[in-house]
T-cell receptor, first 112, second 114 residues
Framework: GESVGLHLPTLSVQEGDNSIINCAYS??????FIWYKQESGKGPQFIID?????DKRQGQRVTVLLNKTVKHLSLQIAATQPGDSAVYFC???????????FGTGTKLQVIP | GAGVSQSPSNKVTEKGKDVELRCDPI?????LYWYRQSLGQGLEFLIY????????KSGLPSDRFSAERTGGSVSTLTIQRTQQEDSAVYLC????????????FGQGTRLTVV
């Protein structure tokens, strides 16, 4: 569901390590999923997306995994850098004109 | 324009005053969203416009909040009789509606009620 009044969980990762950010989505009918990155003072920005007919998609240093059986989405960031420090949101969308629904968000802190 | 534009970027208002926040979506985007984000927190959905359909207002926290979208383009979020708890960043996003493509966000309006 929508994130309301919730303080963000924090994931602390050493620079150079891999990060895994998890997200449980709510609607089994959702067929499109997106990860966003929000840096301090800015609006969320698109990182990577995946459609429900896929279970894995790779980008530059990022991989998204989709497990429809348990309604779980994850974002893996390889060789995490200080510039990766941000809040990460997952989002889901059903077919047609259904609105995009955002998850709670996770704050990633990269330790130099 | 190239992206979603919001104005003003910052707004300080006195408690009890009305404020209007503006969003110019990406040209051709039929879907428009308003979200609220308090410091250190997630995205709180407020309202969703899609084409000429009746908007989804299910996220508006009280009747002091309203939004319009004129001509399927520009949107205005109005907060009447502002309260201190309304202080937050208000984010607008637009997308191509039915298409499985991402929503694009503006930089937000930071509202401070004093």
């Amino acid at each position: 569901g929508e994130s309301v009044g919730l303080h963000l969980p924090t994931l602390s990762v050493q620079e150079g390590d891999n990060s895994i950010i998890n997200c449980a989505y709510s609607n089994s009918a959702s067929d499109y999923f997106i990860w966003y990155k929000q840096e301090s003072g800015k609006g969320p920005q698109f990182i990577i997306d995946i459609r429900s007919n896929m279970d894995k998609r790779q980008g530059q240093r990022v991989t998204v995994l989709l497990n429809k059986t348990v309604k779980h989405l994850s974002l893996q960031i390889a060789a995490t850098q200080p510039g990766d420090s941000a809040v990460y949101f997952c989002a889901e969308k059903g077919g047609g004109y259904q609105k995009v629904t955002f998850g709670t968000g996770t704050k990633l802190q990269v330790i130099p | 324009g190239a992206g979603v534009s919001q104005s003003p970027s910052n707004k300080v208002t006195e408690k009890g005053k009305d404020v209007e926040l503006r969003c110019d979506p990406i040209s051709g985007h039929t879907a428009l969203y308003w979200y609220r984000q308090s410091l250190g927190q997630g995205l709180e959905f407020l309202i969703y416009f899609q084409g000429n359909s009746a908007p989804d207002k299910s996220g508006l926290p009280s009747d002091r909040f309203s939004a319009e979208r004129t001509g399927g383009s520009v949107s205005t979020l109005t907060i009447q009789r502002t309260q201190q708890e309304d202080s937050a960043v208000y984010l607008c996003a637009s997308s191509r509606g039915h298409a499985n493509t991402e929503a694009f966000f503006g930089q937000g309006t930071r509202l401070t009620v004093v």
